[in-house]
């Protein structure tokens, strides 16, 4: 009966035959009843002790297969698609495939390793190849004047130290251990300062070669320095911000600007800060803006004859204030000019307010609607916006729509209701009354007298009498409620508005 030959994992690798040897793999299996398996299985373990050792790769490998290479003496297992180090990097000139995240690679050609990443490329790992000599910051100890050993970092561009970093402040013997780079001695730097120093500066933070063009330079922009050309920035003009204790301080006498000393800064009388032009009568004050060749003057103090006080640089050019940065109060005895506002009038002898409402002493304001409203007007009107005399009265608790003819209404009821054709029309709802009676009354404004739209139904022609016939809406059959007289024609049988003059 053939054996069946299964993986470890259960899966079946291959049926081997009786009497016969299956050479699948690089080990053999013998088959049932097969003469001389002795040999074959003997072998078969030594190449299991051995490893499969030699210098080409075994040709059947399955996954999980040992192998050791005997060219680079290196242990290898099979993946199923190559063979791969069990430790150690892979070594080769050039980049290998297969490598997963992690592995590593040994450049035999440059004798640098490299390092595979989840982006599927190499990162170098070290040592780094920059020049001919050695270009790369270095982690070594040094000794000071004292004998004791400090932790340095030097910079180093083929085989040249730029610069040391550190993180206390001390001075270097003068002699060194061999495997500190040349140029770290105490000619190069006299002492090594907390932080980073570059070669050739002294001990007060100043290059011993300044201005040459060897003169080591921090080529960037720095938030703050220690020192000027060599001067501490204590010796500079500086301000503190929140108390000024630091500021600059000359005597009362002040300071001059120009080259005959034209312009004075001092403080006069004890306490008052003073500006003055020695050698002219006008003192400027400009600025410049970035799209600006040259500083504007924005204003001018003037003394002389013809032209004093404060100018503007330009006319009509400046503004003393703006909407948004305005002065509290300025005091004149006179305004030359025009103003867009005013808070006060003058009334007689007092200064009043304008109001759009009907108040004492106040001058008087169009509301938002453009109205005026008073107690009472003394005068002559020339004319007047709209067109009738109106009233207000009570219509009940449904508005009447704009000209409605009204009549009186009975003694249990509102004052007004819509007249029908045998009531007397004592008016039509208003739609723009030109007079309002009783304006603080409750209802509505209805037109005694003028011209008023009227609701018309049926055809109606210019200089018909209407009259009211039925909830206030009219027609020209003639009824005891006459209402006006027809100013347009329509010939339309609907109800619409028609202007009428009143006769009521």
């Known amino acids: 009966m053939a054996y069946i030959i299964n993986k470890f994992n259960g899966t079946q690798l291959l049926t081997v035959e009786d009497g016969t040897v299956d050479n699948t793999t690089d080990l053999k299996f013998v088959g049932k009843n097969y003469s001389g398996y002795g040999e074959i299985q003997n072998e078969n373990y030594l190449f299991l002790l051995e ?19 005997a060219s680079l003496n290196k242990l290898k297992f099979y993946t199923g698609s190559q063979w791969k180090n069990t430790g150690g990097s892979e070594v080769s000139s050039s980049a290998p495939t297969g490598l997963t995240v992690g592995d590593f690679w040994f450049n035999n050609a440059t004798n640098q390793l490299y390092a595979r990443t989840s982006q599927d490329d190499f990162v170098l790992v070290g040592p780094q190849a920059a020049g001919d000599g050695q270009t790369q910051m270095r982690s070594i100890d040094v000794v000071d004047t004292g004998n004791t050993s400090k932790a340095i970092i030097a910079a180093l561009v083929n085989d040249n130290v730029q610069f040391v970093i550190s993180d206390e402040e001390f001075t270097l013997k003068s002699t060194q251990d061999s495997n500190v780079p040349v140029g770290v001695n105490s000619t190069n730097f006299p002492k090594i300062k907390k932080g980073l120093t570059l070669i050739n500066t002294d001990s007060i933070g100043v290059t011993t ?79 410049k803006l970035n799209t600006d060749t040259n500083a504007k003057v924005i204003a001018k103090v003037i003394h002389n004859n013809e032209r004093k006080g ?34 006060t009038v003058k009334l007689g002898s007092s200064y009043v307010s304008a109001t759009a409402a009907s108040s ?92 008023v739209p009227v609701r018309v139904k049926g055809a109606v022609k210019k200089g018909q009498a209407v009259y009211a016939w039925e909830d206030g809406v009219c027609g020209t059959i003639q009824t005891t409620g006459l209402v006006g007289v027809a100013l347009e024609s329509n010939d339309s049988e609907e109800e619409k508005l028609v202007e009428c003059v009143l006769k009521t």
């Open 51 to 69: 490893n499969f050792a030699g210098t080409a790769s075994p040709t059947k490998a399955i996954s999980g297969q040992i192998w050791f290479d």
């Open 209 to 287: 070669n300044a201005g040459q063009t060897n003169e080591p330079v921090l080529w960037a922009t720095a938030s703050d320095a220690l020192r000027l050309g060599g001067i501490p920035a204590a010796d500079y003009i500086t301000v503190n911000e929140t108390d000024f204790t630091n500021l600059v301080t000359f005597d009362d006498i002040g300071f001059r600007v120009g080259d005959s000393n034209d312009l004075a800064v001092k403080v006069v009388d004890g306490n008052v800060g003073q500006i003055e032009n020695t050698v002219g009568e006008e003192v400027r004050l400009g600025a």
């Open 360 to 451: 004492a002493d106040t001058v008087v304001a169009r509301d938002a609607d453009q109205k005026i409203y008073a107690v009472e007007f003394v005068g002559v009107a020339s004319r007047a916006r709209y067109a009738d005399l109106a009233e207000k009265y009570t219509t009940g608790e449904t508005e009447l729509p704009a000209g409605t003819a009204v009549a009186v209404g009975a003694d249990d009821c509102c004052e007004v209701v819509p007249a029908k054709a045998s009531d007397i029309c004592i008016g039509v709802v208003s739609t723009d009354p030109a007079y309002m009676m009783n304006s603080e009354a409750e209802g509505q404004y209805i037109g005694l007298k003028g011209r």
């Open 310 to 343: 404060i100018l503007p640089g330009l006319t009509e050019a400046y503004n003393l204030g703006i909407e948004t940065e305005k002065w509290n109060n300025v005091w004149a005895n006179n305004f030359r000019g025009i103003a867009d506002k005013a808070d």
